[in-house]
């Protein structure tokens, strides 16, 4: 199954993102992922990045198009693949269909209000990219990873300046996505607001 998680920065797509690709057996590729990872290791791409993602802008078209085309060309993609975060543009999803034909793109709906008290509360670890929220979804030791230990950070892009640009790009250039793809009869509708676990019920049956 080859599918797209659509919806603003805080609506859950992470989240409900590692469920699924442990249900229907495919790797979660999110493109955010991977330009951290390239951050963290200092790469030429991650050198070229960083700036634009600390200020919650885009990636140019050309570098992130190319760098989703070699990730889903990897053998593990050749039963499908669930993107996260890709595409963000109309530019990336013609690319996108010139690459793979899609089964579904689920659209996450959530309210502005509930996205910026999500990412607002976001920590993340910095080695797994594992996530948490302070108040709705928060670890067993405060401030450190469930799993390593490790101290739990806020990405730059949650601060309150970044989360502003990053929700007004959404609207500009990734929210005209939802009528592209319902254009092309694709598009699934899941409501974004509740516990992850009912989020992940509600998108496995909009996918049956
Ligand atoms: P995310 O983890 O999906 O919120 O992505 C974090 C940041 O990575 C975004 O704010 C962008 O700077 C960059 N990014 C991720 N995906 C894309 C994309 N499809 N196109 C351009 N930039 C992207």
Redesign the pocket.
Known sequence: MKIVLLGP?GAG??TIAVKAKEFYAIPHI????L??NNIKNETELGKK?KT??AE??????SV?IEM?KNRIAEPDCKNGFIL??????IA?ADALAEMTELDAVVNFVIEKDDVIKRLSGRRMCPSTGRLYHIIFNPPKVEGKDDETGEDLIQRD?DKPQAISH?LE?YVEQTQPLIDYYRGKKLLKDIDASKAPAEVFENMKEALK
């Not at 999110?30 to 992922?33: A, M």
């Not at 919650?56 to 078209?61: E, I, N």
């Open positions: 920065p797509k992470g999110s493109t955010g992922d330009f951290r990045v634009i993602l919650g802008g885009l990636v140019p078209d992130t989703v996260d975060g890709f595409p963000r543009t990336q892009d990053r790009v």
